[in-house]
C-alpha cells in the first residue's frame, strides 16, 4: 500500500496569503488614522468653543480681550491653543470702490512700517523682503521689495492668498525666510483687509497725479469707522501637525491657522 502525503501550500498560495494579509493591515491601520485623526479635529473645535467662550467673558469683564490663555485652556492631551492676535481695529461698511482701495493700501502700508516685511536670513541678518505699497495709477497696486509685484484691478483676495502661500525662491540663503514672509504678509493683508470691512475683489486706487481738473481719479479718505476687538486663536494637534483650526471675535471655528 503506498503511503499519502498531505498536500502543502505552493509558495503562490503562500504569497497570497502574505498580501491578503499585508492589504488587511494597511486597511486597519489607515481606518484607525482616520478614527483618530477625526477624534482629534473634534478634540480641537470642542477646546476651541471653550476658548471662545473664555475669551467673551474675559471682553465683558476688562472690555479688552487678553493676549495669553490659562494652562488649562492653552493645552490638553490633543492640541494646543494660542492666541496668535488681538487687539482693536477700525471696522468699515459700505466703502465705494477708491476708499476700498485705499484701506487696501494703508493696511499694506502698515504691515511694512511694522516690520512684517522683515526677516532674519540664515547668517541670522535682517532683510527687507517687502519694503512698500506703491499706487500711482487707479488700475493697479505695486508691493515691492526683492520682487517687484504689480496687481492689476480688479484683484481679488483669493488671488493674493494664492500667490503668498504658493510663492518660492530659488536664493537657497534666503529661502526659508524670503517664502516664510510673503507668506504671512499676504496672509496678514488679506486677513485684515476682510476684518475691517475690505471688500473683494479691489477694483479702483487712484491716481497720485489727479486733481480736480485733469479727469483722474482721485484720492478718498477713508469714513468714518466703528473701533471693534478682535482676536484670533489657534488649534494645533500634538499628532498630526497637519490639523489646524481657529477661532475668532465672531465665534467661527473653521479650518486652518489664523
Given at each position: 500500500m503506498?503511503?499519502?502525503?498531505?498536500?502543502g501550500?505552493?509558495?503562490?498560495e503562500?504569497?497570497?496569503?502574505?498580501?491578503?494579509i499585508a492589504?488587511?493591515?494597511?486597511?486597519?491601520?489607515?481606518?484607525y488614522n482616520g478614527?483618530t485623526?477625526?477624534?482629534?479635529?473634534?478634540?480641537?473645535?470642542?477646546?476651541?468653543?471653550d476658548?471662545?467662550?473664555?475669551?467673551?467673558?474675559?471682553?465683558?469683564?476688562?472690555?479688552?480681550?487678553?493676549t495669553t490663555?490659562?494652562a488649562?485652556?492653552?493645552?490638553n492631551?490633543?492640541?494646543?491653543?494660542?492666541?496668535?492676535?488681538t487687539?482693536?481695529?477700525?471696522?468699515?461698511?459700505s466703502l465705494n470702490?477708491?476708499?476700498?482701495?485705499?484701506l487696501?493700501?494703508?493696511?499694506?502700508?502698515?504691515?511694512i512700517d511694522?516690520?512684517?516685511?522683515?526677516?532674519q536670513?540664515?547668517?541670522?541678518?535682517?532683510?527687507?523682503y517687502?519694503t512698500?505699497?506703491?499706487?500711482?495709477n487707479?488700475n493697479?497696486v505695486?508691493?515691492?521689495?526683492?520682487e517687484?509685484?504689480?496687481?492689476?484691478?480688479?484683484?481679488?483676495?483669493?488671488?493674493l492668498?494664492?500667490?503668498?502661500?504658493?510663492?518660492?525662491?530659488?536664493v537657497?540663503?534666503?529661502?526659508?525666510?524670503?517664502?516664510?514672509?510673503?507668506?504671512?504678509?499676504?496672509?496678514?493683508l488679506t486677513?485684515?483687509?476682510?476684518?475691517?470691512?475690505?471688500?473683494?475683489p479691489?477694483?479702483?486706487?487712484?491716481?497720485?497725479?489727479?486733481?480736480?481738473?485733469?479727469g483722474g481719479?482721485?484720492?478718498q479718505?477713508?469714513?468714518?469707522?466703528?473701533a471693534?476687538?478682535?482676536?484670533?486663536?489657534?488649534?494645533?494637534s500634538?499628532?498630526y501637525?497637519?490639523?489646524?483650526?481657529?477661532?475668532t471675535e465672531?465665534?467661527?471655528?473653521?479650518?486652518?491657522?489664523c
Open positions: 503506498k503511503q499519502r502525503w498531505a498536500r501550500f505552493t509558495m503562490a503562500l504569497l497570497i496569503v502574505v498580501v491578503v492589504i488587511l493591515a494597511t486597511v486597519t491601520v489607515v481606518a478614527i485623526r477625526a477624534a482629534v479635529v473634534s478634540s480641537a473645535k470642542a477646546h476651541l468653543k476658548v471662545a467662550a473664555e475669551m467673551r467673558l474675559k471682553i465683558s469683564d476688562t472690555t479688552t480681550f487678553p490663555l490659562s488649562e485652556l492653552a493645552t492631551a490633543n492640541v494646543t491653543v494660542q492666541i496668535k492676535s487687539g482693536v481695529e477700525m471696522r468699515y461698511s470702490p477708491v476708499q476700498n482701495g485705499t487696501f493700501s494703508d493696511i499694506c502700508q502698515r504691515l511694522n516690520g512684517v516685511g522683515k526677516a536670513d540664515q547668517g541670522g541678518n535682517v532683510q527687507d517687502i512698500g505699497c506703491g499706487n500711482w487707479y493697479k505695486q508691493i515691492g521689495g526683492w517687484n509685484k504689480i496687481w492689476n484691478t480688479p484683484v481679488s483676495i483669493q488671488q492668498r494664492d500667490y503668498g502661500n504658493s510663492f518660492t525662491t530659488n537657497t540663503y534666503h529661502k526659508a525666510a524670503h517664502e516664510a514672509t510673503v507668506k504671512k504678509f499676504y496672509n496678514d486677513d485684515t483687509f476682510v476684518r475691517q470691512g475690505g471688500t473683494s479691489v477694483t479702483s486706487f487712484w491716481d497720485y497725479w489727479a486733481d480736480s481738473g485733469n481719479v482721485m484720492p479718505a477713508l469714513p468714518a469707522g466703528t471693534r476687538n478682535f482676536y484670533c486663536a489657534e488649534a494645533r500634538i499628532k501637525t497637519d490639523i489646524i483650526w481657529h477661532v465672531t465665534n467661527a471655528i473653521a479650518i486652518g491657522p
